[in-house]
């Protein structure tokens, strides 16, 4: 579910063009993701579900930081 996603923030900085990765942290296995899939969950839709391509390609579960529900 959701595309993935490669979280860049371009900025200008002193005339030079800079590049910032955006962390996400994964919602299932807590790590930190450059690459990511983001969806609002499909429960509550207010909290944004963050998915690393590793948990999004094994399908591992998740659970929303506002309602709580388990998903996959
Ligand atoms: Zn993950
Ligand atoms: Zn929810």
New binding site residues.
């Given amino acids: 579910m959701g595309a993935l996603r490669i979280g860049l923030l371009y900025f200008t900085l002193q005339n030079k063009l800079k590049v910032m990765y955006i962390l996400k942290i994964?919602s299932?296995?807590g790590?930190q993701?450059r690459i990511y899939a983001e969806f609002p969950c499909p429960h509550c839709g207010e909290r944004a579900i963050v998915?690393?391509p590793?948990?999004r390609e094994t399908t591992?579960t998740y659970r929303c930081g506002k309602c709580g529900k388990v998903g996959p």
Avoid: E, G, L, Q
């Fill in positions: 994964c299932s296995c790590k993701a998915r690393c590793h948990c591992n």
